[in-house]
């Protein structure tokens, strides 16, 4: 086992919290991806970022395993608007970049400022800013994030909606969204983390509404850059 994926272990309280390992890793792979990635590479930024979490030090983000069911996504349902929950530091926001379809956008919300400052300026650095949008802040902070996301997104104009953000938060920030009514009959929420560390109550309203309000397919997968844990994606279509 990587000393980087214990000293993650050692610092999840820190993590948990501030979603920052605490030794400095995401802000090292940044300046790591400028250094060595082309300018204006969406898909050599995303290589590496890949390259640093498996030779450097252990990342957070869906990784390339699960970062393929995400491209499978986007490819299929040709997405105008995209809305990413949980941004670390900007390398699934570039992996939905890059297969966008002309005119397509992606607004990332991400809780951490600093995660939030490094995630945009990798996204600066691949050319991807006329995608994405960073957006600091979190959907259950009494309403403000969810105001300034309504100056871009109409009802029914959320088409893919990416949950990677606090596990605890899969559900009631899914409801909220429900409620903005960005939704439509035939919009795909894609989650990760299911498995590991897990999110239970997200799992089990997707069971409870299996055929009614929701059609959910579980791509059996496992845990970010590595193979012995495993993980779960589900992928979820709205019915209506």
């Not at 409801?175 to 239970?200: C, K, M, Q, T, Y």
């Amino acid at each position: 086992m990587r000393w980087s994926f214990i000293r993650l272990g050692l610092g999840m309280k820190r993590l948990l919290k501030d979603w920052q390992v605490g030794d400095g890793r995401e802000a090292s792979c940044v300046d790591y991806v400028l250094a060595n990635a082309r300018r204006d590479d969406v898909s050599d930024a995303i290589r590496a970022i890949d390259d640093y979490a498996y030779h450097k030090k252990f990342l957070i983000n869906v990784g390339d395993e699960k970062g393929k069911l995400l491209d499978d996504v986007i490819e299929r349902v040709k997405p105008r608007r995209v809305l990413e929950l949980g941004a670390y530091v900007g390398y699934s926001a570039l992996r939905i970049a890059q297969k966008l379809p002309p005119g397509g956008r992606l607004y990332s919300v991400e809780f951490s400022p600093a995660n939030a400052e490094l995630a945009r300026r990798v996204v600066e650095h691949a050319g991807a800013q006329d995608r994405v949008a960073i957006i600091p802040g979190y959907l259950g902070d009494g309403g403000a994030t969810i105001e300034r996301l309504k100056s871009v997104l109409g009802p029914g104009q959320l088409d893919v909606l990416f949950i990677d953000h606090a596990k605890e938060e899969y559900l009631p920030d899914l409801e909220r969204i429900l409620a903005a009514g960005w939704l439509h009959a035939g919009s795909v929420v894609i989650a990760d983390n299911i498995r590991f560390p897990g999110a239970r109550e997200y799992q089990a309203y997707m069971t409870a509404q299996e055929g009614k309000r929701w059609s959910t397919r579980a791509h059996q997968t496992h845990a970010e850059y590595q193979t012995f844990i495993k993980d779960v994606v589900l992928e979820s279509t709205l019915i209506g």
